[in-house]
């Protein structure tokens, strides 16, 4: 069984290492989300990952945009939405919204 690692802690121990590092956060959801509010997952820049958002498609678009973020300095808030006929193939099982902000941590 594998160990879970808090996102934060996870986030300094990188930031120790001297690697940049986003930090997306569940902000709002409706409908159907496999994560809560609050919910979050840190980036480094080799595209190391730890956390979680929502699985799916939508966690490697955030893992994609945390990147950019990272480079730019500039947040982004991020919203996924579908119908319930395109929920699967996204990730969110039963249709719903769910909003993700993304941004750089500073030492």
Known sequence: MSEIIDPLT????W???GKK?????V???WGSSPRPPGSQLVVNEDAGF???VSGGCIEGAVVTEAMDVMETGVP???EFGVSD????EVGLACGGTVKVFVEKLEA
Do not use: C, I, R, Y
Not at 10 to 13: C, D, I, N, R, T
Not at 21 to 25: C, I
Not at 85 to 88: I, L, N, R, S, T
């Open 10 to 13: 996870q986030a300094k121990e």
């Open 15 to 17: 930031q120790d290492q």
């Open 21 to 25: 590092v986003a930090l997306a956060t």
């Open 27 to 29: 902000v709002e959801t």
């Open 50 to 52: 730890e956390g979680s």
């Open 76 to 78: 982004k808030l991020m």
């Open 85 to 88: 006929a395109m929920a699967w």
